[in-house]
T-cell receptor, first 111, second 112 residues
Framework: GESVGLHLPTLSVQEGDNSIINCAYS??????FIWYKQESGKGPQFIIDIRSNMDKRQGQRVTVLLNKTVKHLSLQIAATQPGDSAVYFC??????????FGTGTSLTVIP | DTEVTQTPKHLVMGMTNKKSLKCEQHMGHRAMYWYKQKAKKPPELMFV???????INESVPSRFSPECPNSSLLNLHLHALQPEDSALYLC???????????FGPGTRLTVT
């Protein structure tokens, strides 16, 4: 299927700093995007989503930005905490119920 | 209840065995999914059921056979698997069409 890729496979940040995780998607027809957090030994956990008619959405300590012009998605985590250490995936909804995941970024928070 | 449950948590099977993975949700979701996830890789979509009907099969080999007996249950029947099928099998559910997916914890499958 279409690829959803991430620019950086690993990211290390100091506790309290902000984190930015990026994702590039290739299907301009995709209309819905989700960010997931996956901790070791667990299933992916929904963080935040955004539809293609928006360019920004905020949650608690997280913000997703969507740039449709360059087909780029980013997840910003404010005041990163040790509990934020995990692998983060973006997922793209091409049509109906077809979701495709990006390669993932492993975030490590340094105390 | 926002939980998707999966059983068993771990499964070891031989290449001649037949086994089944089970998934259950009681959120009233009418879309259910099977994904396969290898170590350090993203989940890969295998099957999608929408209103208990198979709507997407991502060219998965026939040794994997999904079944959706009712709106709360999803099974994945396994037969004559290969060692390369060893992976984490994830189930998810959502409202139909472009909405938040809830994932279960997965079944860790090892084929010997």
């Amino acid at each position: 299927g279409e690829s959803v890729g991430l620019h950086l496979p690993t990211l290390s940040v100091q506790e309290g700093d902000n984190s930015i995780i990026n994702c590039a998607y290739s299907n301009s027809a995709s209309d819905y995007f989700i960010w997931y957090k996956q901790e070791s030994g667990k299933g992916p956990q929904f963080i935040i989503d955004i539809r293609s008619n928006m360019d920004k959405r905020q949650g608690q300590r997280v913000t997703v930005l969507l740039n449709k012009t360059v087909k780029h998605l980013s997840l910003q985590i404010a005041a990163t905490q040790p509990g934020d250490s995990a692998v983060y995936f973006c997922a793209e909804n091409k049509a109906g119920n077809q979701f495709y995941f990006g390669t993932g970024t492993s975030l490590t928070v340094i105390p | 209840d926002t939980e998707v449950t999966q059983t068993p948590k771990h499964l070891v099977m031989g290449m001649t065995n037949k086994k089944s993975l089970k998934c259950e949700q009681h959120m009233g979701h009418r879309a259910m999914y099977w994904y396969k996830q290898k170590a350090k890789k993203p989940p890969e979509l295998m099957f999608v059921y929408s209103y208990e009907k198979l709507s997407i099969n991502e060219s998965v080999p026939s040794r994997f056979s999904p079944e959706c007996p009712n709106s709360s249950l999803l099974n994945l029947h396994l037969h004559a698997l290969q060692p390369e099928d060893s992976a984490l099998y994830l189930c998810a559910s959502s409202k139909p069409y472009s909405d938040e997916q809830y994932f279960g914890p997965g079944t860790r499958l090892t084929v010997t």
